[in-house]
């Protein structure tokens, strides 16, 4: 039990890392799961004083956990949802940034090349799905980029880089991206969450948007299972999460994520372990 917990409680401060960047303009997801190590265990000390998860009894064997969080924990669009910690749980990017080493790893991405200053050529790992079943594809990747500049929200700011008229897929699984001038930062604006790709084929066949408020459709290892408008949002570990093949093992079954109007009023559920874990607490707590 302790094992799990403690590789869990690196995942949630990853992403609660991550979003702290994505919110100031930077990129980056979680970090691949990882055995036990003393950065770890220290990272998960700051975590949780309860002895075990607060909810770890009559779960059936599986693995829960709460966590407290001050932001949004709701929507699931990138084009205007500020749930950084929900979609780093469904959806995944091209690359990650590593909170303890801060360097940028393959996640979905198998590697890379730059062919010119101006072009990079990226070949995807085999076998991703997405949570309903569907491959994923390269062209995915344009679709979605397109999607948000269509949308012309600020994230479409994300893409202004990239050039996508010219961008192309060669087959299913190797992606072009091209630029009109060098952009030197490539493979870390490509590490956000932000520019994590939906599944083109199952949006255009859906009569609506609505899915991306409650059922999100992503390559991540955890998908929607309940969500209470204003209270909290319960995901759940994939059984056919595709990451397995590849030694990305998560092993807690069930988060749930808690959402507090303030930081005092959470910190007193945490005391009384109430939660398993708490972020942007007051510098005081």
Same mark, same amino acid.
């Given at each position: 039990?302790?094992?799990n917990?403690?590789?869990?409680?690196?995942?949630?401060l990853?992403?609660?890392?991550?979003?702290?960047?994505?919110?100031?303009?930077? !990129?980056?997801?979680?970090? =691949?799961?990882?055995?036990?190590?003393?950065?770890?265990?220290?990272?998960?000390?700051?975590?949780?004083?309860?002895?075990?998860?607060?909810?770890?009894?009559?779960?059936?064997?599986?693995?829960?956990?709460?966590?407290?969080?001050?932001?949004?924990?709701? !929507?699931?669009?990138?084009?205007?949802?500020?749930?950084?910690?929900?979609?780093?749980?469904?959806y995944?990017?091209?690359?990650?940034?590593?909170?303890d080493?801060?360097?940028?790893?393959?996640?979905?991405?198998?590697?890379?090349?730059?062919?010119?200053?101006?072009?990079?050529?990226?070949?995807?790992?085999?076998?991703?799905?997405?949570?309903?079943?569907?491959?994923?594809?390269?062209?995915?990747?344009?679709w979605?980029?397109n999607?948000?500049?269509?949308?012309?929200?600020?994230?479409?700011?994300?893409?202004?880089?990239?050039?996508?008229?010219?961008? @192309?897929?060669? !087959? &299913?699984?190797?992606?072009?991206?091209?630029?009109?001038?060098?952009? !030197?930062?490539?493979?870390?604006?490509?590490?956000?969450?932000?520019?994590?790709?939906?599944?083109q084929? @199952?949006?255009?066949?859906?009569p609506?948007?609505?899915?991306?408020?409650?059922?999100?459709?992503?390559?991540?290892p955890y998908r929607?299972?309940?969500i209470?408008?204003?209270?909290?949002?319960?995901?759940?570990?994939?059984?056919?999460?595709?990451?397995?093949? @590849?030694g990305?093992i998560? &092993?807690?079954?069930?988060?749930?994520?808690?959402?507090?109007? =303030?930081?005092?009023t959470?910190f007193?559920?945490?005391?009384?372990?109430?939660?398993?874990?708490?972020?942007?607490?007051?510098?005081?707590?």
């Amino acid at each position: 039990m302790k094992k799990n917990y403690l590789r869990l409680a690196s995942l949630i401060l990853a992403l609660a890392m991550v979003f702290a960047l994505a919110a100031c303009g930077g !990129g980056g997801n979680a970090a =691949e799961p990882k055995e036990d190590t003393k950065a770890e265990a220290q990272s998960a000390e700051g975590a949780s004083t309860a002895a075990e998860p607060a909810v770890e009894a009559d779960t059936g064997g599986k693995t829960s956990i709460i966590v407290g969080n001050i932001n949004s924990i709701e !929507g699931f669009d990138m084009a205007n949802s500020n749930n950084g910690t929900g979609m780093e749980l469904v959806y995944e990017a091209l690359f990650s940034l590593n909170p303890d080493t801060g360097e940028v790893e393959n996640q979905l991405a198998d590697s890379y090349e730059f062919v010119d200053d101006c072009t990079l050529k990226i070949t995807l790992k085999d076998g991703i799905t997405f949570s309903n079943g569907e491959t994923l594809r390269a062209s995915d990747f344009l679709w979605s980029w397109n999607r948000l500049r269509e949308k012309g929200s600020n994230m479409a700011e994300r893409v202004a880089w990239i050039n996508l008229e010219e961008s @192309y897929t060669e !087959g &299913d699984n190797v992606l072009v991206i091209k630029s009109d001038e060098p952009y !030197g930062p490539a493979i870390t604006a490509l590490s956000t969450i932000y520019l994590a790709p939906l599944c083109q084929a @199952y949006e255009e066949s859906s009569p609506d948007e609505s899915h991306l408020w409650d059922a999100p459709v992503g390559t991540g290892p955890y998908r929607v299972k309940e969500i209470a408008a204003g209270s909290h949002v319960t995901y759940e570990l994939r059984d056919d999460y595709w990451g397995a093949q @590849y030694g990305r093992i998560y &092993d807690v079954d069930e988060i749930t994520v808690k959402y507090y109007a =303030e930081p005092a009023t959470m910190f007193i559920d945490f005391e009384t372990h109430a939660l398993d874990m708490a972020f942007q607490l007051n510098a005081s707590d």
